[in-house]
Nanobody, 118 residues
Framework: QVQLVESGGGLVQPGGSLRLSCAAS????????MGWYRQAPGKQRESVATITSDGRTDYTDSVKGRFTISRDNAKNTVYLQMNSLKPEDTAVYYCNAPFRLKLFPNAWGQGTQVTVSS
């Protein structure tokens, strides 16, 4: 059974930083691309960052230069380091594997809430 457990969210002031973690199990993590996604109130879920099994990364334009995705295959964990946070980054953040979303587009974990506010 696939499990994705996100953690690390919270309330932070504009300009602050957070590091999100996602512990994955139940599939071949080390050979799977992984991604972070977010959904803000009243908006559709969007892809924020992806990382391939060999470490190549891609980011949506709005977070380039501020967010960094990384992975630790020994721990089956993917991270999202978020710096210079803005109020518009406020959302519930989820991790997932793109291959899994193609098969099960509605299979998401509980996510972790990130709120950027003064």
């Amino acid at each position: 059974q696939v499990q994705l457990v996100e953690s690390g969210g919270g309330l932070v002031q504009p300009g602050g930083s957070l590091r999100l973690s996602c512990a994955a199990s139940g599939f071949a993590f080390s050979i799977s691309s992984m991604g972070w996604y977010r959904q803000a109130p009243g908006k559709q879920r969007e892809s924020v960052a992806t990382i391939t099994s060999d470490g190549r990364t891609d980011y949506t334009d709005s977070v380039k230069g501020r967010f960094t995705i990384s992975r630790d295959n020994a721990k089956n964990t993917v991270y999202l380091q978020m710096n210079s946070l803005k109020p518009e980054d406020t959302a519930v953040y989820y991790c997932n594997a793109p291959f899994r979303l193609k098969l099960f587009p509605n299979a998401w974990g509980q996510g972790t809430q990130v709120t950027v506010s003064s």
